[in-house]
């Protein structure tokens, strides 16, 4: 059952997941968020809420969510996320890397 349909990070769906290992396709699905997410859920919910506070118009919340998911380490990488979306400038891209790096360490 469909509750909404707002972007998530692989965070927070590893934490949905955990209360549901009694099932085989959470099961599965909790397996991938382990391995592929890189930040603690409350890192990445504070992320989350700073590229959202950043002031880009262009930046919306899947690609907010992709950017927590691949946290990129250079331009090339937040170029990859928007490459058939929109393009950013090099000021919007220095700040999103600025923002990710806090939290790269």
């Known amino acids: 059952m469909i509750k909404s349909k707002e972007p ?14 009694e ?4 099961k599965q699905i909790l397996s991938y968020a382990k ?21 880009i118009a262009k930046l919306r919340a899947l690609h907010i969510v992709k950017i927590i998911d691949v946290m990129p380490e250079d ?6 996320i928007f490459v058939d979306d929109i ?8 700040k999103i890397l600025e923002t990710v790096k806090k939290y790269n360490e």
Do not use: H, M, P
């Open 8 to 21: 998530i990070t692989l965070a927070e769906v590893r934490d949905i997941c955990k209360d549901k290992e």
């Open 23 to 26: 099932n085989e396709k959470a």
């Open 35 to 55: 391995q592929f997410s890189k930040l603690k859920t409350e890192d990445a919910l504070k992320l989350k809420k700073e590229l959202q506070e950043l002031g």
């Open 75 to 80: 331009a090339d990488d937040v170029r990859k």
């Open 87 to 94: 393009s950013l400038n090099q000021d919007e891209i220095s």
